[in-house]
């Protein structure tokens, strides 16, 4: 069956409704790319065994093929198949999946996922998402879905099915909506493929979640990068200014607690969380970080500080890239 699309119409359909969970899986079987949601950020899914959907996935997000890309199962049978569990890597994923963690592990020697997916490595990057819909959708599908963030390579990522749909305009058939990501940020992806476990990204389950189970390397996992850790990442259009104490004229504020009277002058203020709670701001940090990017009517983004402690850990790496001198 052809389905055929009119992308004049912004193609968002509620991920509640299993009829449409069927249609994207139909999609998905015509080696096409769709956009699903996860308790992270939203994905760009394609058959991660077909070269053809992965090659698509790297055009739409014009990301270079050297990055490797994220995939997703929804059993850990099913991840099984595809790479070499440690005791270690299966005492992680019992404890955090279905959860924002991807596991870095060898490929087993018949993986049937597209080489191109892992950019021709011999380690796979895995995770079981949480959300229902994404699970639901994987099952259904009977295939592990490669998947990175649902945004242009160095742009914001998606937590709300609209944003998508801006940042694609008529290039994506179909967007399966399931809400805000509850989580906000991206998985937190630790290598277990070498003898010394390390995270090569902070995200949803904190470096204190994960020392506390298994000894992590000793090493600055700030100075080791996933392949696509770019220093300049998660790029707003204007651009950002960290740690303020002052506000400069034509300046928006990305707020975290309560917000000092000095700061207060700012032209728009968008606050992570009032209560200076990390889990409510990781939510909230990349629809902040949206808002506030507005060239007509702003110059600047200025950002509070935000501790360096649990999720603040990702909140910071991503803001200092927002921050970072642009590629
Ligand atoms: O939360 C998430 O992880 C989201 C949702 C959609 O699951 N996905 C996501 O994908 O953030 P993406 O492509 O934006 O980021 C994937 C990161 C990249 O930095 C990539 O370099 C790294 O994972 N990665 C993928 N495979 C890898 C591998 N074999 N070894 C090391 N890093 C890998
Ligand atoms: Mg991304």
């Known amino acids: 069956m052809e389905i055929l699309f009119n992308m004049n119409v912004t ?18 079987k015509q080696e096409e790319v769709i956009v699903f949601p996860t308790e992270t950020v939203y994905g760009l899914g394609g058959d991660a065994t077909s070269d053809i959907a992965v090659a698509k996935i790297y055009a739409l997000k014009n990301r270079p093929t050297f990055n490797p890309l994220i995939i997703h199962v929804a059993t850990l049978a099913a991840a099984e198949k595809l790479a070499m569990f440690s005791a270690d890597a299966k005492k992680l994923a019992k404890l ?3 959860g924002p963690l991807t596991l870095v592990l060898p490929r087993q020697p018949d993986c049937p996922v597209s080489l191109l997916a892992c950019a021709g490595q011999s380690t796979i990057a895995l995770r079981i998402p949480k959300h229902p819909a994404a699970l639901e959708l994987i099952r259904l599908f009977g295939k592990p ?10 742009k914001i990522s998606p937590t709300q099915a609209i944003d998508v749909a801006q940042d694609f305009e008529g290039q994506i058939p179909f967007i399966l909506d399931g809400g805000a990501c ?8 630790i290598d277990l493929s070498t003898s010394q476990p390390t995270i090569l990204r902070q995200g949803g389950i904190t470096q204190e979640q994960l020392e506390a189970v298994i000894p992590l390397s000793s090493l600055n996992s700030s100075l080791i990068k996933a392949p696509g850790m770019m220093k300049s990442h998660y790029a707003p259009t204007l651009p950002v200014r960290l740690d303020v104490t002052h506000i400069n004229a034509g300046e928006g504020l990305l707020a975290f607690g309560p917000v000092p009277q000095k700061l207060k002058q700012a032209k728009l203020i968008y ?3 009032e209560a200076g709670n990390l889990t409510e701001a990781a939510a909230n940090f990349f629809k902040g970080l949206r808002l506030l990017d507005q060239p007509d009517q702003l110059q600047q983004i200025a950002v509070m500080s935000i501790p360096h402690c649990g999720l603040g850990r990702a909140i910071n790496d991503r803001l200092q890239r927002a921050a970072a001198e642009r590629n």
């Open 182 to 189: 509850l989580i906000g940020l991206e998985s937190t992806i």
């Open 11 to 28: 193609p968002i359909y509620p991920a509640s409704s299993p009829q449409y969970i069927a249609q994207a899986t139909t999609i998905l």
């Open 271 to 273: 606050n992570l969380s």
């Open 96 to 98: 955090f999946w279905p």
């Open 145 to 154: 879905i490669a998947a990175p963030s649902a945004n242009k390579s160095g």
